[in-house]
């Protein structure tokens, strides 16, 4: 079993940044490859970033390709989603996942939400214009 723990979303103007953290605060995620994923209300989940256990590999959404930096550390347990030049559909509930680490991790294929099988309770991003 897997805890995750995000934090870091709050409200911000068209244009604003964001970094998202998301904590495992009770193992290693070292052999997990990690995601972050967003829900809109009324809308289904998708899949907005990917990223590799040693975090040498990544893999974004084209929505969010050029914004977004997904990145992880570790030795502390963390995965990060730094967003940059947010936009008013960037307004969701993120959630961060985990599964164990495949070849496939990040390969277009890999942003399915049910290939993961640990979710935190997310962190809503809302963004006025």
């Known amino acids: 079993q897997v805890q995750l723990v995000e934090s870091g979303g709050g409200s911000v103007q068209a244009g604003g940044s964001l970094r998202l953290s998301c904590v495992a605060p009770?193992?290693?995620?070292?052999?997990?490859?990690m995601g972050w994923f967003r829900q809109a209300p009324g809308k289904e989940r998708e899949g907005v970033a990917v990223?590799?256990?040693?975090?040498?590999?990544?893999y974004y959404d084209d929505s969010v390709k050029g914004r977004f930096t997904i990145s992880r550390d570790n030795g502390k347990a963390m995965v990060y989603l730094q967003m940059n030049n947010l936009k008013s559909e960037d307004t969701a509930m993120y959630s961060c996942?985990?599964?164990?680490?495949?070849?496939?991790?990040?390969?277009?294929?890999?942003?399915?939400?049910?290939?993961?099988?640990?979710w935190g309770t997310g962190t809503q991003v809302t963004v006025s214009s």
């Open positions: 996942a985990a599964r164990i680490q495949v070849d496939g991790c990040t390969a277009s294929g890999g942003l399915r939400g049910s290939l993961f099988s640990y």
């Open positions: 990223i590799s256990a040693a975090g040498g590999s990544t």
């Open positions: 009770d193992r290693s995620i070292r052999t997990y490859c």
